[in-house]
């Protein structure tokens, strides 16, 4: 079983910035994939950013230049600081951890952390 942790998210002004963090724990073997997505109210969830095992990383256009994924890869945690907020990157953020074991793909997910961007 793998557990996986969102924190950091709340309310924030417009132009500020929060750092989110994603702590996985438990049976992990191989984590492939680290990636963060958010959802609207009743919207499906979209992919905001991910890193990969070998650092490759990938953004939304909609945060390239104001986010920045990264990982710590002894503690098993993947964080997104998130600076220059829009109102707009209001919403539900989501972290989930991708695994790979004997040629089985995993997908595991946070329960997720709401932040909040006021104009």
């Known amino acids: 079983q793998v557990h996986v942790v969102e924190s950091g998210g709340g309310l924030v002004q417009a132009g500020g910035s929060l750092r989110l963090s994603c702590a996985a724990s438990?049976?992990?073997?191989?984590?492939?994939?680290m990636a963060w997505y958010r959802q609207y109210p009743g919207k499906e969830r979209e992919l905001v950013s991910n890193?990969?095992?070998?650092?490759?990383?990938n953004y939304a256009d909609s945060v390239k230049d104001r986010f920045t994924i990264s990982r710590d890869i002894a503690k098993n945690t993947v964080y997104l600081q998130m600076n220059s907020l829009k109102p707009e990157d209001t919403a539900v953020y989501y972290c989930?951890?991708?695994?790979?074991?004997?040629?089985?793909?995993?997908?595991?997910w946070g329960h997720g952390t709401r932040v909040t961007v006021s104009s």
């Open positions: 989930r951890i991708t695994t790979v074991q004997d040629m089985a793909v995993a997908h595991y």
């Open positions: 438990g049976s992990i073997f191989s984590i492939n994939v």
């Open positions: 890193i990969t095992s070998g650092g490759s990383t």
